[in-house]
């Protein structure tokens, strides 16, 4: 254990990633309880790694720590989505897609921390990561009453391909529309109501988008540093 640290280490790897880990099973095991195999299991992934990854991160220092914290919580909420193989619904093959978005997704989440973490402290940061990664994980219904008519589609087309959720909901389509769920059809959302828009046709956008989000902030936090 170095002096420096606050939590000891196990297995060369710091305690925050064990817990972050731990939260994102729980996490994902809860939603799991209440919506079963349904698109809601893999999208709800992403909100929990929003909420877990930032403030666990900034109990970190070194960039390495950083990263198995977010590769913690990323595999603690994949064991339990996962599970889900085992049904029909979900292929393996869809599984890896959603995976490696997921993954994008933490390191963006990573990279943006340590750069704010930079100049603010610890708790200030996270928080601020925690809100920016839900504001946009929910755009389509905070907007919901600002995108109406043609004019809003070009918006919409340009959010939409790097968008963490449409890019899921392309990969699981069979599963079904997340517009066009219970809740959000008619009530939260105006996208496919009001707004046309289409699925991105890959993940790419989103996949190579998070991970350079996470990389340039990586960069940027060690700039200027010897």
Not at 16 to 21: Q, S
Not at 29 to 35: E, G, N, P
Not at 200 to 222: E, M, T, Y
């Amino acid at each position: 254990m170095r002096l420096n640290r606050r939590y000891p280490e196990s297995f060369g790897i710091p305690w925050t990633a064990w817990v972050a880990m731990l939260l994102g099973i729980c996490a994902a095991a809860l939603s799991y309880q209440a919506a079963g195999v349904s698109l809601g299991l893999p999208l709800a992934g992403f909100v929990f790694a929003a909420v877990i990854v930032p403030p666990m991160c900034a109990a970190e220092t070194r960039l390495l720590d950083r990263l198995l914290v977010s590769a913690g919580a990323n595999d603690g909420i994949a064991i339990v989505v996962l599970l889900a193989v085992l049904h029909p619904a979900i292929t393996l093959v869809q599984w890896l897609q959603w995976y490696a978005l997921m993954i994008s997704w933490c390191a963006a989440l990573a990279g943006v921390l340590s750069l704010i973490r930079r100049f603010i402290p610890a708790s200030a940061a996270s928080g601020i990561v925690v809100l920016l990664a839900l504001a946009w994980l929910t755009w389509p219904i905070w907007t919901a009453a600002h995108l109406r008519g043609a004019a809003a589609a070009d918006v919409v087309a340009a959010l939409v391909g790097p968008h963490p959720l449409f890019a899921t909901n392309r990969v699981m389509l069979n599963l079904g529309l997340w517009t066009q769920q219970p809740l959000a059809y008619g009530t939260l959302l105006s996208l496919g109501q009001d707004v046309p828009y289409e699925l991105p046709a890959n993940i790419l956008p989103s996949l190579l988008g998070h991970l350079l989000v996470g990389l340039a902030g990586f960069w940027l936090s060690r700039a200027g540093r010897r």
